[in-house]
């Protein structure tokens, strides 16, 4: 079972691995991310992060509205974001680019 580690005050990683994943906003210690996408493509997306959000341990914030899904990680009352919600966030923008068909261009 893996644990939360916290990355504490290496802002210059939390700031690294915000730039990779764009779209995330870090409020206090919670990310966010609204996605466009369908209801079926809402319904997969869900299905595939409570799988990711299991493994590690975590239980995102997922809603729904106006055509939108809006994912918080984190607790409100967190100082920090962990490594945990930083590889959940990876997840789900992998999850999200498989469900509604964004082709994501090789590394060169």
Known sequence: ???RKSRG???DYLSDALAVLGGWTQ???????????????????TERIK???????????????????????????ASTITDGEVTLAARIEDAYRTVVGIA?????
């Open 1 to 3: 079972m893996r644990g």
């Open 27 to 45: 409020d206090g210690g919670r990310l966010e991310r609204v996605l466009a996408c369908d209801d079926s493509q809402h319904a997969a997306l």
């Open 51 to 77: 799988v990711a959000a299991d493994t590690l341990h975590l239980r995102p914030r997922i809603q729904r509205a106006d055509g939108e899904t809006q994912i918080l990680l984190g607790a409100p009352d």
């Open 104 to 108: 994501v261009a090789p590394p060169r």
């Open 9 to 11: 005050a290496r802002s």
